[in-house]
C-alpha cells in the first residue's frame, strides 16, 4: 500500500549546521528545496502540532535563504526588487512582501527587515534561492552603492513558535526579547548567545525566527529544547501555516500568479518609482482577478490535497465544464479535526458560503468558501 | 512487530484467518511509514472484492494511500471504529486497528501471501 518514491537519493542534499542534532533525535529526513530536512521527529506530526498550539515548539529554518543589503543605495535595490515599501520601513520592523518580475508575477515572497540605518536583511525560500539569484544578480551588478552578502551558511536560523514561545525567549534573555513588538527585529543575547531576533513566524502564533552564528545553531537549539519547546519538523510547520491561513510558494503562489489573486495585494506597494515590477502591479490592482486564492473547509469525508480538481457541483465528475479550479494546497487540520484546503477559482464562487465540490479522486466530496485564517490564536 | 499468526501481503496489509473469515488491516512497517493516520475510507459491508485489488484509502497528515485486499471475497464487517477514530490504525494495528471482515471466496489464496519471518525480510 505504500508508494517508495519519497525514497530518494540524499547525497548532493545540503545539510544545515542542526542535521546531525536533527538525526540523534531519530527526526526522519527528506529532500526539500536542495536540503535534508526533517519531516517530522518520533513524536508524529500531529503531536508537534499540538505542542506549539498549546506551548511551544521549534524549527530548524536554516535553509531559508537569507540576504544582507548594506550601503546607501541598499534602500533604492530593495524598492526595486521587492513589493515592500523600503523607504517606509523603520529601523527594527520587518514587513512581508513579494519578488515579482516584471509582469507581476510571483518569483517568491519574503521577509525584508531593516537592521540598520542603511542595513537590511531579505529572507527568501530555500527552494527559490536559485530563481531569486537569477532574478535579482543582474539588477546588482555593476553597483558599487551598496554591498550584497548571502549570509545563509554563515548563520542558522531557528524559529520558536508557540503561546509560551516569547515567555521562553524572555526567560533565556533577561526580558529583552518581548521588548521586542510583532514584525520587529532586534538584537539580544538568549542564553548568552548573541543573536538576531525577529518577532514573526509562520505558524499563526506569536515567537521569532532567531538568527545566530552557525557555530552557534546547535547550542541554542538544544537550550531551547531543554527549556521545553517541542522539536517540529517540516511536516507540522505546512499544516500549522495551512491552519494559519499562509501560502506556501509553489503551491499557493507561483510565477504563473499575482498577490492580487492570492488575495494579498496590501502586501503588494508598487508606487516605488524604480519597482520593476511596479507597472504591472499597479494594472493589476485596478483590474477585477480572473481567478481568486480562496480557503475552503471539507463539510463531506475527505481530505482535499494539492492538485484535485474544485467544480461548481458534483453530480458528475467528468464534466469539464463544472471545474472551477484547483486544490493548491490542503490537509487534515487537527486543530479545528477538518479537511482544509486553499486553492484558485473564478471569482464568482471566490464569496464565502459559496458551496463547493472537491473531486477526491473520483469521489465527490462537498467543502465549501470560509474566511482565513482556519485558526486564529486567542 | 509482525505477530506469527498472520499472513502478510507485500503491500503491507495482514489477514487473520477465523474459519473462513479473513480479518485484514495494515501492518506496524505500514503506520510507521505513513506517520499519524488521520482518515480511512472504507467500502460498504457486502461489497465483493478480488484479491490483491484497491479497497479503500488511509491518509496521514502528509500523505494518500491505497488500501489493497490481500484476499479476496465479500466483505463482511467494516471497522467502524478505524473511520471514526483513525488513530486506533496507529495504536493498535493487529488490533482495535483492524479495517475489514472479508468472507473468502477461495482459502488457497492465503498460501500465495507471505508468514511473518518472509514479510520482515523484505523490509530489511
Known amino acids: ?378 | 512487530m509482525y505477530p506469527e499468526d498472520l499472513k502478510y501481503s507485500k503491500e503491507h496489509e495482514w489477514v487473520r484467518l477465523n474459519g473462513n473469515i479473513a480479518e485484514v488491516g495494515v501492518t506496524v512497517f505500514a503506520q510507521e511509514s505513513l506517520g499519524d493516520v488521520v482518515f480511512v475510507d472504507l467500502p460498504a459491508e457486502g461489497t465483493e472484492i478480488e484479491q490483491f485489488s484497491k479497497f479503500g484509502e488511509i491518509e496521514s497528515v502528509k500523505a494518500v494511500s491505497d488500501l489493497f485486499s490481500p484476499v479476496g471475497g465479500k466483505i463482511v464487517e467494516v471497522n467502524s471504529s478505524a473511520t471514526d477514530s483513525p488513530e486506533v490504525v496507529n495504536e493498535e494495528p493487529y488490533g482495535t486497528g483492524w479495517l475489514i471482515k472479508i468472507e473468502l471466496s477461495d482459502t488457497a489464496q492465503l498460501d500465495t501471501l507471505m508468514d511473518a519471518a518472509t514479510y520482515q525480510a523484505t523490509l530489511d
Open chain 1, 1 to 378: 500500500m505504500l508508494s517508495d518514491k519519497s525514497q530518494s537519493s540524499s547525497e548532493q542534499l545540503k545539510k544545515t549546521v542542526l542535521h546531525a542534532t536533527h538525526v540523534e533525535s531519530s527526526a526522519k529526513m527528506v529532500p526539500f528545496g536542495g536540503w535534508d530536512m526533517p519531516v517530522q521527529y518520533s513524536g508524529g506530526i500531529i503531536s508537534e502540532i499540538k505542542a506549539v498550539r498549546s506551548s511551544a515548539g521549534i524549527f530548524d529554518v536554516s535553509h531559508m535563504g537569507r540576504l544582507e543589503f548594506e550601503g546607501p543605495g541598499a534602500e533604492s535595490i530593495l524598492s526595486s526588487i521587492t513589493s515592500a515599501n523600503i523607504p517606509a520601513l523603520k529601523i527594527g520592523r520587518g514587513k512581508y512582501n513579494f519578488i515579482c518580475n516584471a509582469a507581476g508575477g510571483i518569483i517568491d515572497d519574503a521577509m525584508v527587515y531593516r537592521t540598520g540605518e542603511d542595513k537590511y536583511l531579505l529572507v527568501i525560500n530555500a527552494g527559490n534561492v536559485d530563481a531569486d539569484m537569477e532574478w535579482i544578480n543582474p539588477h546588482v551588478d555593476g553597483r558599487t552603492d551598496f554591498t550584497m552578502n548571502v549570509v545563509t551558511n554563515e548563520t542558522a536560523m531557528i524559529a520558536i513558535q508557540g503561546s509560551s514561545a516569547v515567555e521562553i525567549i524572555d526567560s533565556l534573555s533577561n526580558g529583552d526579547a518581548s521588548k521586542i513588538r510583532r514584525f520587529r527585529i532586534g538584537a539580544a543575547e538568549v542564553s548568552g548567545i548573541p543573536a538576531m531576533l525577529a518577532r514573526t513566524g509562520y505558524t499563526g502564533e506569536d515567537g521569532f525566527e532567531i538568527i545566530v552564528a552557525a557555530d552557534e545553531g546547535v547550542n541554542l537549539w538544544k537550550t531551547l529544547r531543554d527549556a521545553g519547546a517541542v522539536e517540529n519538523g517540516l511536516g507540522s510547520r505546512d499544516v500549522l501555516r495551512l491552519e494559519a491561513g499562509l501560502p506556501l510558494h509553489g503551491n499557493d503562489l507561483s510565477v504563473e500568479t499575482n498577490p492580487f489573486e492570492a488575495g494579498f495585494g496590501r502586501f503588494a506597494y508598487y508606487q516605488a518609482p524604480n519597482c520593476i515590477a511596479g507597472y504591472a502591479l499597479k494594472h493589476l490592482a485596478e483590474i477585477e482577478p480572473s481567478r481568486l486564492l480562496i480557503g475552503f473547509k471539507m463539510i463531506g469525508r475527505g481530505i482535499p490535497r494539492t492538485g484535485l480538481k474544485i467544480l461548481s457541483e458534483g453530480s458528475d465528475l467528468s464534466d469539464e465544464s463544472k471545474v472551477i479550479g484547483t486544490v493548491t494546497s490542503g490537509t487534515h487540520s487537527p486543530t479545528i479535526d477538518v479537511g482544509i484546503g486553499m486553492g484558485y477559482v473564478e471569482q464568482k464562487y471566490s464569496v464565502i458560503g459559496t458551496q463547493l465540490v472537491i473531486d477526491v479522486r473520483g469521489r465527490a466530496v462537498e467543502a465549501e468558501v470560509v474566511d482565513m485564517p482556519f485558526y486564529k490564536r486567542e
